[in-house]
Structure formats: C-alpha cells, structure tokens
C-alpha cells in the first residue's frame, strides 16, 4: 500500500477523531497531501489538503469550516486530520490522498488509500 489511514471509528456527536495516513514509497517526492470522504449513496468529495511547506486549503463547505484541521509531520512522512465537534453527517469514509497539485479536488490526486470509517452518532 502506498498510503495507509488509520484513526477512524465510531463516536457520537460532539466528539473528536484523528485520522493519521502515512506515505509509503509514492514515486518521486514532493506531494500534496489532502483528505476526501464519500458517504453512502454520494459522491467524493474534498475535504482538505497540505503542500510540503504547511499551507492549507479546505474546501468551501461552511460545514466543516473551524472543525476540522489538517497537518503533518514530514519527517514520519504523516498527515493527519483532527476532527472535532463530529455532526452525524461527517459519517463518511475518508480517503487519504496525494497529488503533484495544490488542490482539494478529488480529481486532482493521483494516489489514493483503502480508507477508513468514521461513524458518528446521535
């Protein structure tokens, strides 16, 4: 695998998560890194990317604006996601990804990983 999440589960609302991916043997260096989640029945859609300098995008959603934050720690070659104030529509899996681009779109990542299940309930 060349990039593994971990840190999903099930909490109730209200409660916080850390979702972690760790890159592994991606071709080449230089990589965004961002998170997308689909929920069941929906489209993937963007969360959140990071470029190797520490800017962040997140997507225009004013739902996820203030709860989620995203970081990494290059030397472990780790992002992560903290998400906080979880509502029941952040039940998704969310996609670890990485891309050459600067971008949150999912179009634009050129690696995926298997993902991991959040679960929030009310």
């Known amino acids: 695998a060349q990039l593994v999440e971990s840190g999903g589960g099930s909490v109730q609302a209200g409660g916080s998560l850390r979702l972690s991916c760790v890159r592994q043997a991606l071709p080449g260096s230089d990589y965004c890194m961002g998170w997308c989640r689909e929920a069941e029945g929906t489209e993937r859609e963007p969360v959140a990317t990071?470029?190797?300098?520490?800017?962040?995008?997140?997507t225009d959603s004013v739902r996820l604006v203030g709860r989620f934050t995203i970081s990494q720690d290059i030397p472990k070659k780790t992002m992560y996601q903290q998400m906080d104030n979880l509502k029941t529509e952040d039940t998704a899996m969310y996609f670890c990804a990485a891309g050459r681009d600067f971008s949150v779109r999912p179009e634009d990542f050129a690696y995926w990983g298997q993902g991991t299940q959040v679960t929030v309930s009310s």
């Open positions: 990071i470029d190797r300098k520490g800017a962040t995008s997140y």
